[in-house]
């Protein structure tokens, strides 16, 4: 598996999410709903990197992770911090210090990391969808790779049989 980790976000991203923090109450959870016609067509710099729907679609996943979503339960309300520009921690060295325990637990036989887009890499386009905080997995298979060998103390018992059919 590669591992595409991003340090930075694009330049348009980061004009999106300072626009965002701009217009957010932190006393009601909520970003004025002003700031998505601020966003789609008065923005020049924005309107120079021309990604057309995909500004109003990050700048709206961006809302909702902010002040939650009601449609959506399952996205937890991050409050300001869902406008951060870059991770409290080294993302990175997190990774490399866990790729061991990545490979064991996914069935693995390598993980490579890539976060220098100056360095070539093989899935560049991937690397591209990175952001900080949510690196980018490319999958692939190669007839080189084994699955590792994984240990335990105990052994791992066989999957339950399936209970017979009614007839």
Not at 65 to 92: C, R, T, W, Y
Request: hydrophobic letters at 45%.
């Amino acid at each position: 598996m590669s591992l595409y980790v991003a340090k930075a976000f694009p330049r348009w991203k980061e004009i999106v999410l300072e626009l965002l923090r701009a217009h957010y109450d932190a006393s009601t959870n909520t970003v004025d709903e002003k700031v998505m016609k601020e966003i789609i067509p008065k923005h020049d710099e924005l309107n120079s990197f021309n990604k057309g729907k995909q500004v109003p679609q990050f700048a709206a996943m961006v809302r909702a992770e902010a002040q939650g979503d009601p449609k959506n339960p399952e996205i937890v309300p991050k409050g300001a911090a869902a406008f951060a520009l870059s991770m409290p921690f080294d993302e990175l060295a997190v990774l490399a210090e866990n790729t061991a325990y990545l490979c064991a637990s996914v069935g693995l036989s390598a993980v490579h990391l890539f976060a220098d887009p100056s360095q070539p890499m093989p899935q560049p386009d991937t690397f591209a969808m990175a952001v900080p905080g949510k690196p980018t997995a490319f999958f692939f298979f190669s007839s080189e790779t084994t699955r590792p060998e994984v240990s335990s103390a105990a052994p791992i018992p066989p999957p339950p049989e399936a209970p017979p059919a009614a007839a």
